[in-house]
């Protein structure tokens, strides 16, 4: 099988550079994948199962909890679950907004 040229190696690159740039756009775009669109939880238990449940969205792979945080973002009161892929190795954060359920 012949070797690919050099610059179709390159080319190649950088489309898969981009798809992954667009890949990550997305994802910070998602429920939970910047400060500004936190999902809301009622408790911060949930916040490492929730955070880990939903795969990578470059490959798909599992998501390990590194650190779970509360912070201050924007003078809002945010919990921050920091992830790594198990296959990829990205790391990536989700923000969440505790919020309390109103009994009746």
């Known amino acids: 099988m012949p070797r ?3 610059p179709v190696r390159r080319q190649r690159a950088r489309e898969q550079a981009r798809l992954v740039r667009d ?9 939970g994948g910047a400060p500004e669109r936190p999902l809301q939880v009622e408790s911060p238990a949930q916040v490492d199962v929730v955070a880990t449940a939903s795969p990578c969205p470059l490959c798909g792979g599992t998501l390990r909890l590194e650190e779970h945080a509360a912070e201050r973002v924007g003078g809002v009161s945010l919990r ?10 990205i790391s990536r954060s989700r923000y969440f907004r505790l919020v309390n359920r109103e009994l009746h």
Not at 23 to 31: I, K, S, V
Not at 80 to 89: D, E, I, K, M
């Open 80 to 89: 921050v679950a920091r992830l790594r892929c198990r296959r990829c190795g």
């Open 23 to 31: 890949q990550e756009r997305l994802a910070r775009l998602q429920p």
């Open 4 to 6: 690919d040229s050099r």
